[in-house]
């Protein structure tokens, strides 16, 4: 399985732009399709968005499409979230997963077999 390290979370003004990463290592990540989920506080995870191998296939959650954008860098074994008009609910800690089974629904978390630690962003009104 491969192993997922996020990054570039932050504390934010409503209204601002952040971009997390997820990089990844000891395995294909070209094989993966990967995703993000979040977790705010009480609440269970989310699904957020998620990404095709190729990176031509995306999907996201109806909340945040218009303001987030996923992409991918094969080469570099990293995935983005580019998150832009932040706002208070978007407040959680983020998390990247990858999965290689395509009979899996990409939209649950049980799709997933690698995950991260996770990394926080939360967004101040």
């Known amino acids: 399985q491969v192993q997922l390290v996020e990054s570039g979370g932050a504390r934010v003004q409503t209204g601002a732009s952040l971009r997390l990463s997820c990089t990844a290592s000891g395995g294909t990540f070209s094989d993966y399709y990967m995703a993000w989920f979040r977790q705010a506080p009480g609440k269970e995870r989310e699904f957020v968005a998620t990404?095709?191998?190729?990176?031509?296939?995306?999907e996201y959650v109806d909340s945040v499409k218009g303001r987030f954008a996923i992409s991918r860098e094969n080469a570099k074994s990293t995935m983005y979230l580019q998150m832009n008009r932040l706002k208070p609910e978007d407040t959680a800690v983020y998390y990247c997963s990858a999965g290689r089974n395509y009979d899996k629904n990409p939209l649950l978390s049980e799709s997933y077999e690698s995950w991260g630690q996770g990394t926080q962003v939360t967004v101040s009104s």
């Open positions: 990404i095709a191998r190729s990176g031509i296939y995306t």
